[in-house]
């Protein structure tokens, strides 16, 4: 195996830890590292265990490892402020605004309120105006 | 609920608060390293879901000071991080081991899955 080889086996290692890295955005930066480094070992104690350095051999250790996102989702987990249960992202149409039944009530009564003034306004009004 | 998603989401469900514990029971007896560990785990097909999910799974635990780790030479290769279990990890899983008894006895007893 070339030096050129190992290093196309070693950009494969970084492209997908630089991936994990990306979907881990948003956890603690020190914990991220952490987990980096951790992958990083197991990966080089894997490429260690290899009887030969080959790209199908790195690329079946990555994908045992698995998707960035799966990583980055437990990686979340436990974080502060965040739910220990997944969050199932809703569909758009389903986080639209609906009224509440709250809502619904209080503009009920403001309707009435508004016909209510309105009507006592049309009574005062009334004799003032110039009858036909 | 319907469809393949659901059941996806339940052996998550089923998985997540058990699986940590398993991690415990693998390092009663030893420490071990990291591919070690994952290998024994992705032995049991129903507790996997990928590999590289367990090491977030193994902070949590080293932050709850369940586990430890430490460095040790190895035959070939760089050195490795072993990962043992503390005292307070010992406890856990003690606590752990009779709260599941009591838990899968439950359900084993509502569900008709007991084994006879």
Redesign the interface.
């Given at each position: 195996m070339t030096q050129q080889q190992l290093d196309r086996l070693d950009r494969l290692v970084e492209d997908y830890l630089g991936a994990v890295s990306y979907a881990c955005v948003d956890v603690d930066p020190q914990r991220r590292d952490e987990l980096i480094e951790e992958l990083r070992e197991h990966i080089a104690a894997a490429r260690g265990a290899l009887y030969e350095q080959t790209e199908a051999a790195v690329r079946t250790i990555l994908d045992r490892l698995g998707e960035p996102a799966a990583i980055a989702a437990e990686a979340r987990l436990g974080e502060p402020g965040e739910p220990v249960s997944p969050v199932v992202a809703q569909p758009r149409e389903a986080r639209r605004w609906r009224p509440s039944t709250l809502e619904m009530w209080l503009g009920f009564v403001l309707l009435v309120i508004v016909i209510l003034v309105g009507a006592a306004l049309m009574l005062v009004a009334a004799p003032v105006s110039p009858s036909p | 609920m319907c469809g393949m998603e659901a059941w996806t989401?339940l052996a998550?469900?089923l998985r997540?608060g058990t699986l940590e514990f398993c991690v415990l029971a693998l390092l009663e007896n030893e420490p071990r390293?990291?591919?070690e560990l994952?290998t024994q785990l992705?032995a049991q097909t129903a507790l996997t879901?990928?590999?590289?999910?367990l090491?977030?799974?193994?902070?949590?635990l080293r932050?709850a000071g369940w586990v430890a780790t430490t460095w040790q030479e190895?035959p070939?290769?760089?050195p490795?991080?072993y990962y043992e279990l503390t005292s307070l990890g010992k406890e856990a899983l003690a606590r752990f081991r009779s709260e599941w008894i009591a838990f899968r006895t439950a359900v084993d007893h509502i569900v008709g899955t007991e084994l006879t």
């Open positions: - | 989401g998550t469900a997540r390293y990291g591919v994952v992705a879901t990928s590999e590289g999910t090491y977030p799974l193994l902070a949590r932050r190895s070939a290769g760089p490795r991080r």
